[in-house]
């Protein structure tokens, strides 16, 4: 069984391809290298004994994704990741988001539709949420206006999805994400970001190993037990799992709708400042760090009501935030020096 894994050398794809392939799944990963580089092939088979197959296209090319498809046959699904995602960045270009996150998605449904190709998995995010008024939030909860045009760009995805599903023979499954972090154990895929980081974990990485001064704690007066905001951090291992359990539902027919959505968290929630402090634990070295103003367009808090995805995916996390934080350092220290 042959999976395109579109994004497969960024963060969260380049975990799922291991997983797929310890599976037992073949996998060929379509990536622009954008936001990744060529060497995670290299580590990918380093990990699991096996090369994937790569094609560096840029998805948002019909003509590049049209041959792509005509090239390969036997393809039995697909998992879909490649997409820009920084938050503040699509602010300030919302045509780069637009045009790259949708068209990227059309082509890919596009081929697939021509082909014959069937079941597609997904990458959304809870942001698609906003700020929910329950919490924990279930996936019926309504989804609000985006906040950016990363998060509207997932909405839509996942309309684009849904309307496509209901025509053509192509089963879906969206996967809702909250906050991935973390590593490989092997440290030998992890995240890379391009630059100053965005994110806390990264952020909180590279300060330790002296790569940035001082983490900015982005608020200390929410409504929250610390007064910093809540989020439901996932090892990326485990959802990368998740991954695998959505494309082997679809394949073996077991879904119950054309489309079916799932939160994949851990169902906790913990604040900046916990995560310092098991980062803290975890390395036995304290961290510096200072208050800050809120960053505009956060939300207070978010955690996932997991039910639907323990019960009806039958998937659940094994990892825990010291977890989480210990490999997202064992990676900060194995990087030391390089991608510089
Ligand atoms: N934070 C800091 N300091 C930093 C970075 C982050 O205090 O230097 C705080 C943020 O204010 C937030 C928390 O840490 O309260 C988590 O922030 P991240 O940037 O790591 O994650 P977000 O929750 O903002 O965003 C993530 C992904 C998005 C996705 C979103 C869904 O980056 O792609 O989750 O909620 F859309």
Redesign the pocket.
């Known amino acids: 069984m042959r999976i395109l894994v579109t994004g497969g050398t960024g963060y969260i794809g380049s975990h799922t391809v291991v997983e797929l392939q310890q599976g037992g799944f073949e996998v060929v990963i379509i990536d622009d290298l954008s936001n990744s580089y060529a060497g995670v092939v290299d580590n990918i088979e380093k990990i699991t004994g096996v090369r994937p197959g790569f094609e560096r296209i840029d998805l948002s090319c019909e003509e590049k994704v049209m041959d792509f498809f005509l090239r390969n046959n036997g393809i039995s699904g697909v998992i879909h990741f490649a997409a820009f995602?920084a938050?503040g960045e699509s602010v300030e270009q919302p045509l780069k988001y637009y045009r790259n996150n949708l068209l990227s998605l059309i082509n890919v449904l596009k081929g697939m539709e021509m082909h014959g190709i069937s079941p597609i998995v997904f990458s959304s995010?809870?942001?698609v949420y906003g700020q929910p008024d329950m919490l924990p939030v279930t996936e019926n909860s309504p989804l609000k206006k985006a906040w950016s045009p990363?998060?509207h760009t997932?909405q839509v995805s996942e309309e684009i999805i849904a309307n496509t599903a209901s025509v053509t023979q192509i089963n879906s499954i969206l996967l809702r994400?909250?906050?991935p972090?973390g590593a490989h154990d092997s440290a030998l895929i992890g995240e890379l970001p391009i630059g100053i980081?965005?994110?806390?974990?990264p952020?909180i990485t590279q300060t330790a190993i002296g790569k940035r001064e001082c983490?900015?704690?982005?608020?200390n007066d929410y409504n929250t037990p610390d007064g910093?905001?809540?989020?439901d951090y996932i090892h990326v291992v485990d959802l990368a799992k998740a991954h695998v359990t959505a494309i082997s539902r679809l394949m073996k027919s077991e879904n119950r709708q054309k489309v079916e959505i799932f939160n994949i968290g851990t169902g906790n929630g913990f604040s900046?400042l916990e995560?310092i402090q098991s980062f803290e634990r975890i390395s036995g070295q304290k961290l510096n760090y200072r208050f800050?103003p809120?960053?505009p367009g956060?939300?207070e808090k978010?955690w996932a009501d997991t039910a639907l995805a323990n019960h009806v995916l039958g998937w659940k996390t094994e990892k825990n935030l010291d977890d989480m934080m210990a490999s997202a350092w064992k990676w900060e220290k194995s990087i030391r020096g390089k991608y510089e």
């Open positions: 995602k938050v995010s809870c942001t990363y998060g997932k994400y909250f906050n972090i980081p965005n994110n806390l974990v952020f983490l900015s704690v982005f608020g910093t905001a809540v989020r900046v995560v800050a809120r960053r956060d939300i978010v």
